[in-house]
Every structure is written in structure tokens, then in C-alpha cells.
């Protein structure tokens, strides 16, 4: 509960300016957002701490459907006693997939909240927004332990975004999952494959 206040008082502080500067929409907008991280192909090397350090860390976010508009501004968070980002550097020069998108970062209550901003190319239906971060810490035992995560999975972490158009501010929030390896993918269709062969089997049997 108290992790919780703590992320919902630090989204309403960072979003409530852009939402008193933009007008309401009038009607309902549809928003089908999922967000992604994949530890997968990050490195992770050990420490002499109790900490790991992790680089090639990517974040994704895919938008499927927006009814009136697109998407300006992303945020992701970063639990503090999970993460420390103070080795990733400037925020402002991490890239991104999408020209014009310029990073920052904001730490109260406990979170750090990894922001960015599109000034030429937002994010349109159909598309990715990623960026890749390097030289994050991490507590060694939130790789193995869920109940340390916010979210309660590891890897599960809030994002929230918001879309600017001619109808006014649109907000939706949602937690990330991680990114399946490719072995993973690779079992899951091998079962679907003999699965099927098993049905057509006994179908002219």
C-alpha cells in the first residue's frame, strides 16, 4: 500500500502541469499500450556488493490502437531500491528509436521516474518506442525475488503515457513484462506445431 501511494503521488506530480495546460477530451479514447523490458539480451555482471550491473538494458512500448491522437510523452519507473540510475549519464542523450525524442529524469518518494518527450516524431498506432539503457545497478536478490517489485513479477515495472492531439490530454498507465527469449518463442511453436499434427492425425484416423 505504502509503495503504491508513493507511485501514484509521483505520476500525479510529474503529469498534473501538462494536464491543467491542455484541455479535456470530450469523449472517450481507446488506448491498447503494452509495455516491455528485455533483460534477455542485457548483460548482467556481478559486483562485489550485494548490487549487479546491467548493460544493453532495452525498454519497449507498443502502441496497437489510439482513437484521437498519438502518443507525446513516455515515463517509466524505476523503483529506487531496486535501481540506482545514476551511472547511465545524461538522460537527455540516451537514444531512442524515434527521431526528436529527448530523455529526463525526476527521483522523489522513493522512484525515479525516466522520462521522455517527443518534439518531432510521436508515437502513432502501430508502432515501437524503445531505448536502451547501460550502467543501471540493480539489487542482486530483485532478479530472483518478485515480492521486491512494485508490480509483484520480476521486471514488472509502471509506465504511463500521454497522447496530445486537437481533442486535448489523454493518459494511460499499465506495468511492464518482460520480453520471451527466443528459446522460449521457439518451444512455444514447436508445441503449437505438434499439436496441430496430433489433431490432423487422429482427424483422418
Excluded: C
Excluded at 498519438?70 to 537514444?95: R, T
Excluded at 527521431?99 to 525516466?114: A, K, N
Excluded at 521486491?148 to 515495472?157: A, S, V
Excluded at 499499465?174 to 521457439?186: F, H, R, Y
Amino acid at each position: 500500500m505504502r509503495k503504491q501511494t508513493k507511485r501514484t503521488s509521483m505520476i500525479a506530480a510529474t503529469l498534473i502541469g501538462a494536464m491543467m495546460a491542455l484541455p479535456m477530451a470530450a469523449s472517450a479514447v481507446v488506448i491498447d499500450l503494452a509495455g516491455y523490458v528485455d533483460p534477455v539480451s542485457a548483460t548482467i555482471t556481478p559486483g562485489p556488493g550485494s548490487q549487479s550491473t546491467i548493460t544493453n538494458l532495452r525498454y519497449h512500448l507498443d502502441l496497437g490502437a489510439m482513437s484521437g491522437g498519438d502518443i507525446s510523452l513516455i515515463q517509466f519507473e524505476f523503483e529506487e531500491d531496486i535501481f540506482d540510475l545514476s551511472g547511465i549519464g545524461n538522460p537527455a542523450l540516451i537514444s531512442t528509436n524515434l527521431p526528436g525524442w529527448t530523455g529526463s529524469s525526476q527521483s522523489g518518494g522513493g522512484l525515479t521516474l525516466l522520462s521522455f518527450t517527443a518534439s518531432t516524431t510521436p508515437l502513432t498506432p502501430g508502432n515501437r518506442f524503445s531505448f536502451t539503457l547501460d550502467n543501471v545497478l540493480i539489487v542482486n536478490a530483485a532478479l530472483t525475488s518478485p515480492n521486491l517489485w512494485d508490480e509483484g513479477q520480476i521486471w514488472g515495472q509502471s509506465f504511463a503515457a500521454l497522447g496530445f492531439s486537437g481533442q486535448g490530454i489523454h493518459f494511460n498507465g499499465g506495468s511492464t513484462a518482460p520480453v520471451p527469449e527466443p528459446g522460449t518463442w521457439l518451444l512455444m511453436g514447436t508445441g503449437l506445431l505438434g499439436l496441430a499434427m496430433w489433431r490432423r492425425h487422429h482427424r483422418t484416423a
